[in-house]
């Protein structure tokens, strides 16, 4: 039997590349930043596809918003207030760029790449707790909030949410 080493002009990334190293050698002009072709592509009316956005509901009584909804939402926010309108059973979520020692503020918990709301208090005041994790689809609305903010997220309990209940046999879930 026989082995074969990958040839050597192959050329393989290394983790330290950056896209302006990671072009040298194959053209003279660095690759610009992701973000102003996006911004560039929006500017032209495109649509940029982030990723998926969900925020689970929680059987601990915590929201968790995913690494998308985060990235696009709630980047460089310490907080959110949290609101219930009983009429539309809609959720509320506006993120605040400070924490605030208030009972309508819940903070937003950071720890190994997740983010989440304990919201304990607000399931139990609007009945909201869930015997499974469900995920729902928030919309951004740039009408709530009132003029101190450029909006906030919605999520329609009307809608149906996707059950999550894939639990390792160790008892750990990956919500991402």
Do not use: C
Not at 7 to 28: L, M, N
């Amino acid at each position: 039997m026989r082995f074969f080493a990958a040839p050597p002009f192959i050329y393989s990334k290394r983790d330290s590349d950056t896209p302006e190293t990671a072009s040298k050698g194959k053209d003279s002009h660095p690759e610009p930043p992701v973000d102003e072709i996006t911004d560039s592509l929006t500017d032209e009316g495109f649509d940029i596809f982030h990723g998926r956005e969900y925020i689970s509901f929680r059987t601990d009584s915590h929201l968790a918003p995913n690494p998308t909804v985060v990235e696009q939402h709630l980047e460089g926010k310490e907080a959110v207030i949290l609101a219930y309108n009983e009429d539309s059973n809609e959720v509320a979520l506006i993120p605040l760029s400070a924490d605030y020692d208030r009972g309508d503020v819940y903070s937003l918990k950071r720890s190994d790449g997740s983010t989440v709301i304990a919201a304990t208090g607000f399931f139990k005041e609007h009945d909201l707790s869930v015997d499974q994790t469900v995920r729902y689809s928030p919309e951004w609305n740039g009408d709530i909030g009132g003029n101190n903010v450029p909006g906030g997220l919605v999520i329609d309990l009307d809608e149906d949410g996707e059950v999550y209940a894939a639990a390792s046999p160790s008892g750990s879930t990956d919500e991402s």
